[in-house]
């Protein structure tokens, strides 16, 4: 049987004394379709989380940005140091790699066995929000937690945190 992922995390939160605020929503196709959810609920930074590999395939990357803003995927790559072909992980890599389903990305996912050796890369501005809010494991609740508290669990869980500036 697999192991319960979301509740795993909540007990990290609490052992750190991370406080959140958990909201159950429907399952969101897109960034642009949850933003009045999460804006009525005054839930902090809209983010956009992506699973990213090298062109290899033989290095992968925790990505997380504004949800308004498009990803330049050779931008970050110069940034990384990587080959300007860099691309989504499949469904398989995501499943292997984070136990997660397209859809629910979340940077919580770095307890997730298999992540030991993922960065985070965290676009600059969204450390100037007062709040984040992240997926559980699932695309149907999401945790509203402090900025500080969030990079709290960072600390304490990534293999590496990377500040990325995502202008040119």
């Given amino acids: ?17 991370i406080d959140y605020k958990k909201f159950e929503h429907p399952s969101f196709p897109t960034c642009e379709a949850s933003g009045d959810f999460y804006r009525q609920n005054d839930m902090g930074a809209d983010c956009k989380n ?11 990357y925790l990505v997380i940005i504004s949800a308004d803003k498009h990803l330049d995927i050779p931008h970050l790559a ?3 140091g990587e080959h300007r072909k860099m691309g ?8 292997r790699y984070l136990g997660l389903v397209p859809g629910s990305v979340t940077p919580f996912s770095i307890i997730y066995p298999g ?8 676009d600059e501005e ?3 929000s007062e709040y984040l809010h992240f997926h ?13 508290d969030f990079l709290k669990f960072c ?13 040119k």
């Fill in 126 to 128: 969204l450390l100037q």
């Fill in 1 to 17: 049987m697999k192991e319960n992922y979301e509740q795993k995390l909540y007990q990290i939160l609490d052992d750190l004394k």
């Fill in 136 to 148: 559980p494991f699932r695309n149907t609740a999401s945790l509203k937690v402090s900025t500080k």
């Fill in 50 to 60: 992506m699973f990213l590999r090298n062109k290899r395939g033989k290095k992968h």
């Fill in 88 to 95: 989504f992980a499949s469904e398989e890599r995501l499943e």
């Fill in 115 to 122: 992540s030991e050796e993922i960065p985070l890369v965290i």
């Fill in 155 to 167: 600390d304490n869980y990534a293999y590496k945190i990377m500040k990325y500036n995502t202008k």
């Fill in 78 to 80: 110069n940034f990384l």
